[in-house]
């Protein structure tokens, strides 16, 4: 069964899939690298999307 991760946007703080897991660890760092918001288009920063509104770096 596929887990998402997802990434919430610094700047409009929308939250969107970032990798389904599980997959290679190599892949799923690649795309947490590349990571851009798909609704305003900024690439930095990504959060990891929680409950909580702590900023945790992508």
Not at 2 to 17: D, N
Not at 27 to 50: E, N
């Given at each position: ?10 700047k409009?703080e ?17 795309l ?18 929680t409950d ?7």
């Amino acid at each position: 069964m596929s887990e998402p991760f997802k990434g919430r946007c610094g700047k409009c703080e929308h939250v969107f899939i970032v990798a389904h897991l599980p997959m290679p660890l190599t892949l799923a760092a690649d795309l947490m690298k590349r990571a851009a918001c798909p609704s305003c288009g900024s690439k930095r920063p990504i959060y990891v999307a929680t409950d909580a509104k702590e900023p945790t770096n992508v």
